[in-house]
């Protein structure tokens, strides 16, 4: 009877099979090597699969009743009584990860009572659906869970779920046509374990996502979290070794980007060139690094003095932009209309003046 390979599941004729039906277990083979050589180069079409790429911060508060986006790519929902902590951790295992350095721990904060659903979910452009669409995938990926993980049964569910729609936002908004095309369940251990699962796309499907989730129960203590890395989706009837979507960290952070770009921070450190055009307004033109999804809109931190105008020989500070304008997907326009002391025509810089002082592009779907 013919065996597998472990990696990528082909069909080997053992020495009886070759003897009884060589012919037959020769094309078998055949076929296996010429079906997974006809897979497109990148496999996976997971962005930050191992979360390596967190622009917004390595630990992110989620407030109870709130839906933010934590580490790049990834959205979260909890509601009343789940306040929860969202955060990049190495795995730390070698053994039973094929050396995968992060992962995201999903944590409800000691002394959480909400039993309500809570989801971790990624959705994507209907440009990077559409290649799918009547093909076979499998998606993977590893997990594990905290000794207080308080999900009855130590269960995480998993649901893949496809619309005909255009670049909806799957968690606000909904998909048209939306269904779920998969729900899955499976049991955590506190060693990291892969879990997999294969479906057929719609032959219509124009987008889709998928979302982790569970019901917690009780209060939460010191140790509720599950923790998940390797995220994998590709065309396939089984899961093959981990890879992520890009080759490299760079080129992982620039696919991120495409959504949300962060200008970073640091007292002293730049932002933008820009002019003085009124005695009370100066304008900074921004280039980003790669073409956004979208036209993004503007996500600052503000408060007092957290900026500086700096030129003509002095540093006037001021609290926030008041708009970007002429904001396309290559770039904007950044505005400061009140609160500092310019010169038409002079050259200035736009820089941070505190430490929680941040500035980032946002498009998200």
């Known amino acids: 009877m ?13 020495s009886s099979d070759l003897v009884k039906n060589g012919a037959t277990q020769i094309a078998l083979l055949g076929q296996d090597l010429d079906t997974f050589l006809f ?7 997971v962005l930050n699969s191992s979360f390596q790429v967190a622009q ?12 933010p986006y934590t580490l790049d790519r990834w959205r979260v929902a909890v509601e009343a009584n789940q306040a929860s902590t969202i955060s990049q951790q190495a795995t730390g295992d070698t053994t039973n990860l094929p050396n995968i350095q992060s992962c995201l721990r999903f944590q409800r904060n000691s002394g959480q009572t909400g039993t309500n659903p809570v989801y971790l979910m ?6 990077n659906c559409v290649p799918l669409a009547g093909k076979q995938v499998t998606f993977s990926y590893y ?21 005909t729609g255009v670049d909806q936002n799957l968690w606000s908004v909904g998909y048209t046509g939306q ?8 049991t955590l251990t506190t060693t990291w374990q892969r879990f997999s699962v294969t479906v057929t796309m719609p032959s219509n499907m124009s987008e889709f996502g998928y979302w982790f989730y569970y019901n917690p129960t009780g209060t939460a203590g010191a140790a509720d979290y599950y923790e998940v890395t390797g995220v994998q989706l590709e065309v396939g009837s089984q899961a093959s070794p981990y890879a992520p979507a890009t ?41 980003f690094p790669v073409t956004m999804r979208t036209a993004p809109t503007l996500v600052q931190t503000t408060g007092t003095n957290y900026y500086n105008l700096l030129g003509n020989g002095t540093s006037d500070a001021f609290d926030s932009f008041a708009a970007i304008t002429d904001s396309n997907v290559n770039g904007c326009r950044l505005d400061v209309t009140s609160g500092i002391a310019a010169v038409p025509g002079y050259s200035y810089w736009f820089t941070f003046n505190n430490a929680a002082a941040s500035v980032a592009f946002n498009a998200e779907l």
């Open 143 to 163: 997990a594990r869970r905290g000794a207080n993980y308080s999900s009855a049964s130590n269960i995480i569910n998993l649901a893949i779920i496809t619309g």
């Open 122 to 127: 990624q959705y994507n452009e209907t440009v």
């Open 2 to 14: 013919a065996t597998t390979t472990t990696n990528y599941g082909f069909d080997v004729p053992t």
């Open 247 to 287: 080759p490299t960290y760079a080129t992982e952070l620039a696919a991120c980007q495409r959504y949300y770009y962060s200008t970073g921070t640091g007292t002293g450190n730049p932002l933008a060139m820009a002019a003085g055009f009124s005695l009370t307004q100066a304008y900074g033109v921004f280039r």
């Open 56 to 67: 917004r911060g390595t630990s992110i508060a989620v407030a109870a009743s709130s839906s």
């Open 39 to 45: 897979r497109p180069f990148s496999r996976n079409t």
């Open 179 to 186: 269904s779920t095309l998969s729900a899955t369940t499976q």
